[in-house]
Nanobody, 126 residues
Framework: QVQVVESGGGLVQAGGSLRLSCTASELSFRDHIVGWFRQAPGKEREGVSCLSRDGRASYYADFVKGRFTASRDNAKNTLYLQMNSLKPEDTAMYYC???????????????????WGQGTQVTVSS
C-alpha cells in the first residue's frame, strides 16, 4: 500500500524558514511527478510547487517564487520544500502528492494527483 508522509511543519515567525520533507513508500518514486500543495481554512487547495520525474522541470506558484525551493532525491524517495522569507499568508496545511507519468514534463493541478499525504501544518506568526 502506497504511503506518503510529510514532516517538518511547525510554528515560525514571519521572515523565518522551514524545510518540509515528504517520503513515499511502495511506489516507484522516480516514475512520478511530485508536488506540494497547500490549503488554508476556508480556501481551496492550491499548487505550491511541483517537480518532474527527474526534477529538471519545475512549477512554482507566483506567490512563492523566489522564496520557496523544491527538490527531490529519487534514491531516497523523498521530496523537499525549503521555505524562506515566510509570510503570515503562507499559513496552511501543506500536502505532498504524487502521480505516475511517462512524460518528462511537469504539471501542478491537484485533481491530477493520485497519492496524497495527510499534511503538515505550517503556521507563520506576524
Amino acid at each position: 500500500q502506497v504511503q506518503v508522509v510529510e514532516s517538518g511543519g511547525g510554528l515560525v515567525q514571519a521572515g523565518g524558514s522551514l524545510r518540509l520533507s515528504c517520503t513515499a513508500s511502495e511506489l516507484s518514486f522516480r516514475d512520478h511527478i511530485v508536488g506540494w500543495f497547500r490549503q488554508a481554512p476556508g480556501k481551496e487547495r492550491e499548487g505550491v510547487s511541483c517537480l518532474s520525474r527527474d526534477g529538471r522541470a519545475s512549477y512554482y506558484a507566483d506567490f512563492v517564487k523566489g522564496r520557496f525551493t523544491a527538490s527531490r532525491d529519487n534514491a531516497k524517495n523523498t521530496l523537499y520544500l525549503q521555505m524562506n522569507s515566510l509570510k503570515p499568508e503562507d499559513t496552511a496545511m501543506y500536502y505532498c502528492a504524487a502521480v505516475s507519468t511517462q512524460n518528462q514534463g511537469v504539471y501542478c493541478r491537484s485533481e491530477g494527483f493520485d497519492y496524497w499525504g495527510q499534511g503538515t501544518q505550517v503556521t507563520v506568526s506576524s
